[in-house]
Every structure is written in structure tokens, then in C-alpha cells.
């Protein structure tokens, strides 16, 4: 006899329940009912971020299950018949022929010897979009830097910070002239950050974005014409072109260019000394008159009219100093300029 744990007696074989006939009967009859698991939606079908979410575009999807006791099972979507699929081997597959967007639910019920049916299973929710998402916005993170209405913009970065608006949930892939740079996931303010893992060369940078939903739709491409530019402008010339005009030139655009980004400095015919760190200062303006300045179409020439500097009769300075201003890409000005002006006084 088998030894038992401690306090415990074994039951006498006389003393034993036999099963009843009905009890028999019972397990023979659950060995032969037709079961089948919940479908699942195969992983080729199930495009988008996930392969497991249920959430795919591809409308005629493939589903597979196990059954047993089973012939074939019937496939519903709903409450409706869709079709059916022979059980092989323990496994069945379908192939439904196209689903509307939308929400549904696929359950499957297994069919016996004689046509015995087994348990409707539990439904299988998915969700099937095929429309494209909206094309994602697309431009740089770069203080002072934007892109353009017409998708263009300037840096002075190797490595600019890409951002933009795409679908939630989804994301969005750029691409600089068709080489991937990155990806970044779209959280729930639909926002998106991607970061090159590499410095773009200089020049002129064709580049792209694309977004992806949840259900693997793709939309059409955002572009940004973007010029990488990290040499920073000179300015190669300041002369008097007239009796009252001063015309500075550089080496490329420029921004930012006003009157306040030039310092006057000297002294009258009659020992009186001026200086200012600005063109726009009220003292200096009551001397040479209100000064104006206007920046050209091209960006690279800045004139500014002083009408009143051919009455102040003396030796007098203008400067714009290193640094003032910026280029289209934000490096800012490499060298000073200087002009200084005799003027013999009406």
C-alpha cells in the first residue's frame, strides 16, 4: 500500500464510489462535443504600428483558430454568417472577402459529425480603417526659425530638430533627399520630434515626411525646402554712395538690419564730440536728422539715408560691429564694418 502524509488513511477499495452510468456517459459525450477557440487575426493581416492591436488596414484579413471534435467551423461577423472553413490537422483559416471600415466582431462556431454544433466562441473585436491620415506639418526646432508659407527654411544646425503635427498615435518618418533620418511616435497632442542621428551636409536639403496611423495607412509626403548653412555672413563693403546715403554690403543675406545696429561716433569742425551705440538715438538724430534704412530684395545690401550729414561739417564714424546681425540661418556676422566720413558742412 502507498504511504500517505501523516493523519491520513487510505480509503479501502470496498468503500469506493463507482462511477454512475450517467457520469460515463457525461464525460463521453463532452470528449466528442465540437469546440473552437476565439479567432485571431494573423499577423500579415494586422498592418500598422502594432501586429497585435486588431487595428489593420488591409480590408480582406486572414483569421486562424484550433478545433477539435470538429469537421469545419462557421465564420461570423456579428451575428451574421459569413462563410465557413474546413478544420485541418486541428486548424482552420478564412480569409473574409472585404470588410467596410469600421468596427467589427468575428467569432467562430465548430461543426461536429452530423452536423453537431459547438459553442459560438467568444468574439475577436477589430477595428479596419483604409483611408490616408492628413499630411503631417513639417519644420524645424531652431529659435528664431521657421519655416516659410512656402515650406522652406534656413539652419545653421549639422544637425537640425525636426517637428511637426501628425496623426495620434501614429508616426511620422523623414526622410532627407529619400534617405530616412529617423521616426518619431505622435503622442497625444499629435505632436512630433525627430532627431538625425547623422549631420546633414551643406547646401541645399530636399526634405520630406510622411505619416503612418495606427491602422498602417500612409499619407501624402510634407516637404521643406532646407538650406544648412553653417558659414557664418561678412560684411565686404560700408561706403557713402551720396551726400546723405551709406550702403553696407555683405557676403550673403542677411535679416535683422535696422538703424539701431549701428554705432555713430566723432567730432565737429568745432571740437564738439558725438557717440552714440545706436543710429536711432534721439540726441543723434537732433544732429544728422532722422536716419532710415532699407534692406534690399536680395538681402544683401542695406542703405540708410541720413539727411541732415552733409550740415554737420567734421570727421565721423559709422560701424556696424561684429556679431549684430544674423544670416538667413542664424550665424551671425563675422566681421565689423567701419566707414569714416569727412564732412566739410554746407
Do not use: C
Not at 500500500?1 to 457520469?23: D, Y
Not at 467551423?73 to 471600415?101: L, M, Y
Not at 477589430?126 to 515650406?151: F, K, Y
Not at 557664418?232 to 546715403?245: E, G, M, W, Y
Amino acid at each position: 500500500m502507498a504511504s500517505l502524509p501523516f493523519g491520513r488513511t487510505p480509503v479501502p477499495q470496498s468503500r469506493r464510489r463507482p462511477l454512475s452510468l450517467e457520469s460515463l456517459e457525461s464525460r463521453a459525450l463532452l470528449s466528442t462535443v465540437p469546440f473552437a477557440s476565439r479567432p485571431d487575426l494573423v499577423a500579415a493581416s494586422d498592418a500598422g504600428s502594432s501586429a497585435t492591436d486588431n487595428k489593420t488596414n488591409v480590408s480582406a484579413p486572414t483569421f486562424t483558430g484550433t478545433a477539435r471534435n470538429a469537421q469545419s467551423v462557421k465564420i461570423f461577423v456579428g451575428r451574421t454568417e459569413v462563410g465557413t472553413a474546413p478544420v485541418v490537422s486541428g486548424g482552420w483559416s478564412f480569409t473574409h472577402p472585404g470588410f467596410a471600415d469600421g468596427r467589427h466582431a468575428v467569432s467562430a462556431q465548430p461543426v461536429g459529425d452530423g452536423g453537431t454544433l459547438g459553442r459560438l466562441t467568444a468574439a475577436l473585436p477589430i477595428e479596419i480603417r483604409t483611408a490616408a491620415p492628413a499630411t503631417p506639418s513639417l519644420g524645424i526646432v531652431q529659435a528664431g526659425v521657421r519655416p516659410s508659407p512656402a515650406g522652406s527654411a534656413a539652419t545653421n544646425l549639422a544637425r537640425p530638430v525636426f517637428n511637426g503635427l501628425g496623426p495620434t498615435g501614429g508616426t511620422v518618418e523623414v526622410f532627407v533627399d529619400g534617405t530616412s533620418v529617423g521616426r518619431g511616435v505622435v503622442g497625444n497632442g499629435r505632436q512630433f520630434v525627430v532627431r538625425p542621428a547623422a549631420a546633414l551636409a551643406s547646401g541645399q536639403r530636399a526634405v520630406t515626411a510622411v505619416a503612418s496611423d495606427v491602422f498602417g495607412n500612409r499619407s501624402a509626403a510634407a516637404t521643406l525646402a532646407l538650406a544648412v548653412d553653417a558659414e557664418a555672413p561678412t560684411i565686404q563693403s560700408l561706403v557713402r554712395t551720396s551726400f546723405d546715403t551709406l550702403t553696407a554690403t555683405f557676403s550673403e543675406a542677411v535679416k535683422g538690419v535696422t538703424p539701431a545696429n549701428f554705432r555713430f561716433s566723432g567730432r565737429t569742425s568745432d571740437g564738439f564730440s558725438i557717440s552714440s551705440r545706436s543710429l536711432t538715438d534721439r540726441q543723434l538724430q537732433l544732429f544728422v536728422g532722422r536716419i532710415t534704412g532699407q534692406l534690399s530684395a536680395d538681402g544683401r545690401t542695406y542703405t540708410l539715408r541720413a539727411p541732415n550729414l552733409d550740415l554737420a561739417a567734421g570727421t565721423f564714424s559709422l560701424t556696424l560691429p561684429k556679431g549684430a546681425v544674423t544670416d538667413l540661418a542664424g550665424n551671425r556676422l563675422a566681421n565689423a564694418g567701419t566707414l569714416t566720413v569727412e564732412v566739410e558742412g554746407a
